[in-house]
């Protein structure tokens, strides 16, 4: 079944503590997104790869990192977390030739 | 820079009613438009787009290129409509800009 996992789905940590969130797609999907959703703003993207070892900036990279060493899996790093870090976060892949996401089911983050 | 403005964050219509999700764009090039859903508990997904020109579970939208609208529409709202709607726009280096979404609500 084409699908793109996040893990994990849910997560509570402190502020400070490096955290990764995992994305992974078996579509081999050139395209890779980041977003976090929040209520009255919407989905914001964080960061997006087209290809391995291609990222860059989305709205609101501040305090994030990414990774693409691999066409399946795109990391998400919170290297030293902060309560404005919580959020709904959402994977996302698509091929080159669409504009059409898949998205994962999303991983919901509480930095206290 | 492309935006994407969804005026209502909430609305509300009786089942049967005729509903319309509004949504505007700015994007100097020629676009693609795009309508996503997220039901409760679950993905986002695409619901339509623009290129297409199809009926997705009753739902239409007409790109208005005039009015640089893109809304979208049902004209016997059901309650399993009741959702987050987001709008969303092709743009420059090819990324996907979403507006701020439209949680609808269909009443018994």
């Known amino acids: 079944e084409a699908q793109v996992t996040q893990n994990p789905r849910y997560l509570i940590t402190v502020t400070g503590k490096k955290l990764t969130v995992t994305c992974s797609q078996n579509?081999?999907?050139?395209?890779m997104s980041w977003y976090r959703q929040d209520p009255g703003l919407g989905l914001r993207q964080i960061y997006y790869s087209m290809n391995v070892e291609v990222t860059d900036k989305g709205d609101v990279p501040e305090g994030y990192k990414v990774s693409r060493k691999e066409k399946r899996n795109f990391p998400l790093i919170l290297e030293s977390p902060s309560p404005n870090q919580t959020s709904l976060y959402f994977c996302?892949?698509?091929?080159?030739?669409?504009?059409?996401?898949?998205f994962g089911p999303g991983t919901r983050l509480t930095v206290t | 820079a492309q935006r994407v403005t969804q005026p209502e964050k909430l609305l509300s219509v009786f089942k049967g009613a005729p509903v319309e999700l509004k949504c505007n764009y700015s994007y100097s090039g020629s676009p693609e438009l795009f309508w996503y859903v997220q039901y409760s508990r679950q993905r986002l997904q695409l619901l339509l787009r623009?290129?297409s020109r199809e009926s997705i579970k009753g739902f239409t939208a007409d790109l208005n290129k005039g009015e640089t609208s893109f809304h979208l529409k049902k004209p016997f709202a059901q309650e399993e409509d009741s959702a987050m709607y987001y709008c969303?726009?092709?743009?420059?280096?090819?990324?996907?800009?979403f507006g701020s979404g439209t949680q609808l609500t269909v009443l018994p």
């Open positions: 996302a892949s698509r091929t080159s030739g669409t504009y059409e996401q898949y």
């Open positions: 623009h290129i």
């Open positions: 579509m081999n999907h050139e395209y």
């Open positions: 969303a726009t092709s743009g420059s280096a090819r990324q996907l800009t």
